[in-house]
């Protein structure tokens, strides 16, 4: 019962983002959410090149830009995530609290223009300040100062060219 009510809720906002919106395009910005959303396929990008390179060609819709990311705590590990699947500080995962799970994201530092690429698979940060929680590892690759918390990123979704 509850899967079947994750699942429908999940189909009628992937339908009401992707068939409607209640603006002009014109007047949509980078800071505002895309309504062209696609659900990026499921398989997570480690730090193997050919995955990193299939990856790169891939086509990028910018979700949001300017926004606070900041990264899970070391208590969270094993724990399971919304997706069920058990977290891991060392992987490439994130929590957004509206994009649907499974969704592949490049978020990119934007005091460096470092980039990772992670795959949605939690819901969180529960901070109306924050956009995105990644993985420690995932933190830690685009930090320009691995002493803080957050920092701004840009969100773009991965879609398969």
């Known amino acids: ?8 809720s999940t189909a009628v906002l992937l339908f009401i983002l992707t068939g409607f919106s209640s603006g002009s395009p014109a007047a949509t910005d980078e800071t505002t959410t895309k309504t062209e ?5 499921t398989t997570e990008v480690a ?6 390179k299939e990856a790169s060609s891939s086509k990028l ?8 990311a900041t990264y899970y705590a070391d208590k969270f ?12 500080n060392t992987k490439y995962t994130a929590a957004h609290m509206r994009l649907p799970l499974g969704t592949m994201l490049r978020v990119t530092n934007e005091k460096n ?3 990772v690429d992670v795959k949605v698979n939690d819901r969180g ?3 109306k300040k924050l956009e995105i929680d990644l993985t420690k590892k995932a933190f830690m690759e685009i930090a320009s100062n691995k002493g803080s918390g957050s920092f701004k990123v840009k969100i773009e979704i991965i879609e398969k060219a």
């Open 1 to 8: 019962m509850k899967n079947s009510i994750i699942i429908f």
């Open 37 to 41: 959303l696609k659900a990026a396929d």
């Open 47 to 52: 730090c193997k090149d050919e995955e990193v």
């Open 61 to 68: 819709t910018v979700y949001k830009a300017s926004c606070m």
């Open 77 to 88: 590990n094993g724990r399971k995530t919304t997706s069920g699947e058990r977290f891991h």
């Open 113 to 115: 223009g470092k980039f």
């Open 125 to 127: 940060p529960y901070s």
